[in-house]
Structure formats: structure tokens, C-alpha cells
């Protein structure tokens, strides 16, 4: 039947972003089946139903069903209209399917795959991730291109293949392209901004890649990632000089998504970043441990420019009250931000209260303040707070020593009408508090 199924399989290597193939492919799979002896009528059946199951999967959210996609305002309608209970036994239901079709199948489907990769991983119905030595992609990316639909490529090893991998042609065809803790630092960034053929790429992780400041001038002056939409430079060495770069480039105009977790960008940095024109469609921004909080930061006069990220990830960088005042002091004309992530902050109760008497936090819908300590007072202040009734998910969980009369202020506040989760530490909390919790915030059959 495989000789039958070339056709299909070559429209969707040709259109991979379409479901429509896909679709059709199993519509044929199930014509097949009623000719079929009872195995492999059962194992074309079984294989029809896993690609609707997983374009199926594909089309929910991830996540909670938020009012809106906080990540994009601009997205428009949210894709999910129904219930968190509804969305999660969907899910469920899915995932089930797919876990007992992939425990019969698996090593039948991913056959192609033996001998060409690692780890092959299946989306929407085929496999379309894969991890593999680079050597071995020399030697054989015309076969793994040809088993399937391959959009994001792992690739190992790679330090001495430098310049061969990145003159493949077969690059042209990844969404996707992952090189993550291979330790080559510049000579990554100057093969990659050298190559011809990644201008189809949508996603670029180089965590963990030794990458400096040379190497982010580099990344920012590749014509060939003009259609990047997410980059990952997580745990590197990137400092303001490379933040500047990043925000000053002419080719990133696209890109919604920069994560920079565990560098160095420091407050000015992470102003450029936020302030840049060139990065307009920015929407996430992700500044975990980037010693943003440092005293440099109250001489800054645009730090207020990190409220126009939608998505902002400030975890873990040093900032107190005075710092929080420094950014939320004079807020730009439009702000945009709509998830902040403030955990593993020592914030503390002071630290809250600035949170709650800013006005330009009303469009909050996601705060995360995760090992804060924040106490009573801070809780109090969080509740009475008239500038977060649109807050949909609070979590105050981990290390924020808050008893019941601090929580007993979110069972009487008048404000906090839209939340539908509030994450409170494991202990700490009488099982009475945790209960009346429950019911007021945790709505739809939503549970922490």
C-alpha cells in the first residue's frame, strides 16, 4: 500500500502547513482499510484516526481558555468559546487516543526514521521532529527529508560541520531549527547569519551556545532570519551591548517571541529591548535572570517602556519595591501588558502594594509572583487593589508567607471578579481557607 500512498505523502511533504493533505490521506486510509485483511485493515484504520486525533489536538489551546490570547491582543477572537473543564476533558480525551495509538504503533510508523535520527517526534499525524548528529544529516538529509515532513531539526555535534550544515539546502524546509548546547559561541552565529537557506525558518533555539555580544550583532544583521518569529538565546553570554544589537536590528521586525533567560542584559538592555521601533511585533519577552533589578536601573529614563510587551518575564532579577517603582513610575502612552511574571523576586509587602496602586496595570490579566514573600499586608493590598479586576490567573504560590486572615480578604473583596485561578503555596493555608478559596476563584470545574 506504501507504493499507493506515494502521492499523498508527497503533497503533504510539499504543503507540511496544510491539514487539508493530511485529511485526505486518512479519508484514503480508510477507503484502503474495507480491502484489507483484518491487520492491516486495522493498522490503516488505526493510523487514519491518529492524524485527525492530532490535528484535533493541534487546534485547542494550550493553556487555560483565557477571554482573550493574552500573549496577542491583537489576535481577535480567543479559539477556545467553552468551558476550562470542557477544554481539559477534550483534551484528555485526546491525549488518551493518541498515547494508545502511539503505544500499538509507534515503532511501525517511526520505521522510516531507523537509522537517520533520534527521538522522532509526531505532529499532526507524522513525524516532523527529529534529533541527529550533523555528520549524519550530511550524509543523509535527502532520506530523512524524504521519510516525512521534518520542520524542526535537533541538530548535535555540530561544532566541526559548522559551514557544511548551514549550506544544505534541506534547511529550506524547517520551521524550526534547534542547535542547543553545543558550546561553539561566535562561529554559530556567523555560520547561521552566512547561510542561504534559512529564510523559511520561523523558530531559532541556540540556548546554551557559549553566544556573546559579537555573536548577537551577527544574529541581528542576518537578512536570512527576516521571517524569524521566535528566538530562544537562553542561558548564553549576552550582555547591553548585544540587548542593543538585538533591538536595533533591521531584520527581526517579525519576531514575537525573545526569550533571554540567564544573560546579562541588565536594566538597559532590557529598556532597549522593550522600547525598540524595529521590534514591533514583539509579544513576548523573557528576561529571567538578567540582573534587571541592579541600582543602574533607577537612572533610567525609558525603563517604563517594558509595559509595552504584552508577555513580560521579569523572574529572578533582583527587583524590590523602589525597582518596581521604577519601571511602573511613568508608563508610555500605550501599554500593552497583559502577563507579568514577577516570581523569585524578594518583593515582599511593599513591593505588592506598588503593584496594586498602579493604574496602568488595569489591563493585567495573568501576575505571577511566585516565592515573593509576600505576607497579610500584601495579600490585602493584592484584594482591595481596584486596578486588577481583569486578572484571570493569580498565583501566589511557593515561598509567600500569607495565613488565612490574609487570604480571607479575597473571599471579601468587592475587585478580583475575573479570576478563575488563584494559586496559593501548599502549606501555610487551613484546609477551611483553601476550600472557600476554591470555590469562589476556581470556577468552571478549574483546579490548581
Known amino acids: 500500500m506504501q507504493g499507493d500512498a506515494e502521492p499523498f505523502l508527497q503533497r503533504i511533504r510539499a504543503f507540511p502547513d496544510d491539514d487539508v493533505p493530511r485529511l485526505i490521506y486518512a479519508d484514503w486510509l480508510d477507503e484502503q482499510a474495507g480491502r484489507l485483511p483484518p491487520r492491516p485493515r486495522e493498522a490503516a484504520a488505526a493510523r487514519a484516526e491518529f492524524i485527525r486525533v492530532q490535528i484535533a489536538l493541534a487546534e485547542l489551546p494550550e493553556g487555560d481558555p483565557l477571554p482573550r490570547n493574552s500573549a496577542d491582543p491583537d489576535a481577535g477572537p480567543p479559539l477556545w468559546t467553552g468551558s476550562r473543564a470542557a477544554l481539559e476533558s477534550a483534551r484528555t480525551r485526546l491525549r488518551v487516543a493518541e498515547r494508545e495509538l502511539l503505544d500499538a504503533y509507534r515503532d511501525e510508523w517511526t520505521a522510516p526514521f531507523t537509522g537517520l535520527g533520534t527521538g522522532p517526534e509526531f505532529r499532526r499525524g507524522f513525524v516532523e521532529e527529529i534529533k541527529i548528529d550533523a555528520r549524519q544529516y550530511l550524509r543523509h538529509a535527502h532520506e530523512l527529508f524524504a521519510a516525512?515532513?521534518?520542520?524542526?531539526?535537533?541538530?548535535?555535534?555540530?561544532?566541526?560541520?559548522?559551514?557544511?550544515?548551514?549550506?544544505?539546502?534541506?534547511?529550506?524546509?524547517?520551521?524550526?531549527?534547534?542547535?542547543?548546547?553545543?558550546?561553539?559561541?561566535?562561529?554559530?552565529?556567523?555560520?547561521?547569519?552566512?547561510?542561504?537557506?534559512?529564510?523559511?525558518?520561523?523558530?531559532?533555539?541556540?540556548?546554551?551556545?557559549?553566544?556573546?555580544?559579537?555573536?548577537?550583532?551577527?544574529?541581528?544583521?542576518?537578512?536570512?532570519?527576516?521571517?524569524?518569529?521566535?528566538?530562544?538565546?537562553?542561558?548564553?553570554?549576552?550582555?547591553?551591548?548585544?540587548?542593543?544589537?538585538?533591538?536595533?536590528?533591521?531584520?527581526?521586525?517579525?519576531?514575537?517571541?525573545?526569550?533571554?533567560?540567564?544573560?546579562?542584559?541588565?536594566?538597559?538592555?532590557?529598556?532597549?529591548?522593550?522600547?525598540?521601533?524595529?521590534?514591533?511585533?514583539?509579544?513576548?519577552?523573557?528576561?529571567?535572570?538578567?540582573?534587571?533589578?541592579?541600582?543602574?536601573?533607577?537612572?533610567?529614563?525609558?525603563?517604563?517602556?517594558?509595559?509595552?510587551?504584552?508577555?513580560?518575564?521579569?523572574?529572578?532579577?533582583?527587583?524590590?519595591?523602589?525597582?518596581?517603582?521604577?519601571?511602573?513610575?511613568?508608563?508610555?502612552?500605550?501599554?500593552g501588558l497583559r502577563e507579568l511574571d514577577l516570581s523569585h523576586n524578594e518583593l515582599g509587602d511593599a513591593g505588592v502594594r506598588v503593584l496594586a496602586e498602579c493604574p496602568p496595570l488595569d489591563g493585567l490579566q495573568v501576575l505571577r509572583l511566585t516565592n515573593c514573600l509576600v505576607g497579610d499586608d500584601g495579600a490585602r493590598a493584592l484584594a482591595a487593589s481596584p486596578h486588577l479586576n481583569r486578572l484571570v490567573v493569580l498565583d501566589l504560590g511557593g515561598n509567600n508567607p500569607i495565613t488565612d486572615p490574609g487570604y480571607r480578604a479575597f473571599l471579601e473583596t468587592p475587585h478580583l471578579r475575573q479570576v478563575r485561578r488563584l494559586l496559593v503555596p501548599a502549606i501555610g493555608v487551613s484546609l477551611r481557607m483553601r476550600q472557600a478559596l476554591e470555590r469562589r476563584f476556581h470556577r468552571n470545574g478549574g483546579r490548581h
Not at 524569524?228 to 531584520?251: I, P, W
Not at 522593550?274 to 541600582?295: F, H, K, Q, T, Y
Open 148 to 335: 516525512g515532513p521534518i520542520r524542526h531539526l535537533h541538530v548535535h555535534d555540530i561544532g566541526n560541520s559548522l559551514q557544511a550544515v548551514f549550506h544544505s539546502p534541506y534547511l529550506g524546509r524547517l520551521r524550526v531549527l534547534t542547535v542547543y548546547a553545543q558550546h561553539v559561541g561566535e562561529r554559530l552565529a556567523r555560520a547561521i547569519a552566512r547561510s542561504p537557506h534559512l529564510s523559511e525558518l520561523r523558530v531559532l533555539n541556540l540556548g546554551r551556545n557559549r553566544l556573546g555580544n559579537e555573536a548577537a550583532e551577527q544574529l541581528a544583521a542576518a537578512a536570512g532570519l527576516s521571517n524569524l518569529e521566535e528566538l530562544d538565546l537562553s542561558e548564553n553570554d549576552l550582555g547591553e551591548t548585544g540587548a542593543r544589537a538585538l533591538a536595533a536590528s533591521a531584520h527581526l521586525g517579525k519576531l514575537r517571541r525573545l526569550e533571554l533567560r540567564h544573560n546579562s542584559v541588565g536594566p538597559a538592555g532590557a529598556e532597549a529591548l522593550a522600547g525598540s521601533e524595529r521590534l514591533a511585533s514583539l509579544r513576548r519577552l523573557g528576561l529571567s535572570g538578567n540582573d534587571v533589578g541592579i541600582p543602574r536601573l533607577h537612572s533610567l529614563t525609558r525603563a517604563s517602556d517594558l509595559l509595552r510587551v504584552p508577555v513580560l518575564d521579569l523572574s529572578a532579577n533582583g527587583l524590590g519595591a523602589a525597582g518596581l517603582k521604577a519601571i511602573l513610575a511613568r508608563p508610555p502612552a500605550a501599554v
